[in-house]
């Protein structure tokens, strides 16, 4: 029996444009030399190969290095990224480090459109006063290239369901009150206990820990129904994430009427009187209508559908727009206040501690450390990675994988050698293109493409001269042990 494709099980146990902010990299002659070639390349396959462009990056890049100088960054102009005639974004920086690198992407570039590779990579300067600065570097990015986003879903789900219980203050509840999960509609199932918790009442609170720490399907399941399909749409759409459409749970398999419809919730006190009673709710809001397909041929049971795999009811979100909502909530203060959050400065610490916090150093729900090891959940920089991980690297994200599509969206902290960047990636890991079929090559390009991508980045910031060291101390959390 041939297994539907889905997010990985995981049992218990920005929307915006470049900010060209004046960097620029000055590499070595010959990376100088390779910036010139491959805007020429590039402009001539676009066709705007003109004479103004070629002087403009020659004056731009050839400012003359020394032999042995390593990478640096003074203040002058971010090379332009190079937009393709059907949207794709790419910058030269990002072409250049992935090929110096033969050995880790040489596959990579080649397949850049088979595999929908996409990178945006961030960097982060910061002033005399602390404040970051960002620019953003991208490869092959490209919003309408379709890709299944998988559980990457769960980041704004999370942040929306700590907003909402803000919304609620004044009902007396808290994302540590106890929360009821009633039924009201078929497909839906109820929650009265959580044999996760200490004592097993449900909550906010470890919905949230356990998406984040192990990509819990039924938590999100659970906050999505805390939610309604049109709390959650609408209030990222009125953020500027115009294209995101979140329209079903994840791990089970219901219809798009099912879906609409969530489950009547009620928050109890703890003498368990009720404080806030939720009745279902029902969004009758038109998405856009969408032409999304993946693959050549799906099994639909065990039978071989020789036609793509039509996803044009299912999850989707970009990468830009993943990549916006993590700035948002690691730099609100980055964003126009339209597109920042609204959650406490408690919830902020809170999120951050569970999207860094690895399964091993968590109390409640204990975790099986041989299922659940330091890397879980950290494609980038760790990939495939077994045992403990260095504990002054601290990595913000959220991961998805489902149907061979493989994504990490990334905020990047090293302490000791104060080191910061974000770094978001997504790759197409079903190479025969068969979807539900249970062959996608996550262990064999997915997950070597993320560790090396991760590593490369962090060692080209560890060189990267930087006029102020960063203060990484907001970042800096008390594990629970």
């Not at 146990?13 to 100088?32: C, I, M, R």
């Not at 705007?48 to 002087?55: D, E, F, K, N, V």
């Not at 497909?187 to 470890?206: E, L, M």
């Amino acid at each position: 029996m041939k297994r539907a494709g889905k997010d990985r099980v995981l049992p218990l146990n920005l929307a915006f444009s470049s900010q060209y902010s004046g960097t620029k990299t000055k590499v070595s002659a010959n990376a100088n030399l390779l910036y010139i070639f491959e805007l020429i390349r590039y402009s001539m396959a676009l066709k705007y190969g003109t004479l103004i462009l070629l002087i403009s990056c020659i004056v731009i890049s050839c400012n003359p290095a020394k032999k042995t100088q390593a990478v640096i960054e003074t203040k002058t102009v971010k090379q332009p990224t190079i937009i393709s005639v059907d949207g794709t974004k790419t910058d030269i920086l990002m072409e250049t480090i992935l090929k110096q690198y033969p050995q880790y992407f040489d596959s990579i570039l080649l397949h850049r459109k088979d595999w929908n590779v996409q990178v945006i990579y961030t960097q982060i300067d910061r002033g005399a006063n602390n404040l970051p600065r960002l620019t953003n570097y991208y490869y092959n990015v490209n919003a309408s290239k379709y890709f299944y986003p998988a559980s990457t879903v769960k980041l704004p789900t999370a942040v929306l369901a700590l907003q909402k219980l803000y919304e609620l203050k004044n009902k007396g509840i808290t994302r540590n009150t106890t929360m009821i999960t009633e039924t009201g509609f078929s497909g839906q199932s109820a929650v009265y206990n959580d044999p996760t918790t200490p004592d097993g009442r449900p909550s906010i609170a470890n919905y949230i820990k356990k998406v984040f720490l192990v990509s819990d399907n039924d938590a999100f399941n659970r906050l999505y129904e805390f939610l309604g399909q049109e709390y959650l749409n609408d209030n990222l759409n009125k953020r500027g994430y115009q294209d995101v459409q979140i329209v079903h749970r994840l791990d089970i398999f219901l219809s798009e009427e099912e879906n609409r419809h969530t489950n009547p919730i009620k928050f109890l006190s703890d003498n368990n009187s009720i404080l806030y009673e939720q009745p279902p709710a029902y969004n009758q809001a038109n998405f856009m209508l969408r032409n999304d397909s993946l693959g050549k041929a799906y099994y639909k049971g065990d039978q071989l559908v020789n036609t793509p795999m039509n996803f044009s009811k299912k999850n989707r979100i970009s990468l830009e727009d993943l990549h916006g909502m993590l700035r948002s909530l690691i730099f609100p203060n980055t964003v126009p206040a339209t597109q920042r959050f609204n959650i406490t400065a408690d919830d902020y610490k809170f999120i951050y501690k569970y999207m860094s916090q690895f399964p091993a150093e968590t109390l409640w729900p204990p975790y099986d450390t041989a299922n659940f090891n330091d890397a879980f959940g950290k494609f980038l920089l760790y990939g495939a990675a077994k045992g403990s991980m260095p504990k002054n690297v601290r990595i913000f994200n959220k991961i998805g994988d489902a149907y061979g599509q493989m994504t990490d969206v990334a905020y990047v902290v090293d302490f000791d050698k104060k080191v910061e960047f974000f770094l978001s990636a997504t790759i197409n890991c079903n190479t025969d293109e068969i979807m539900n079929d249970d062959k996608y090559d996550y262990e064999n390009i997915g997950l070597p493409f993320m560790k090396n991508l991760g590593k490369v980045i962090y060692d080209y910031e560890i060189s990267r001269k930087k006029n102020h060291l960063p203060d990484l101390s907001a970042f800096k959390i008390v594990y629970d042990k």
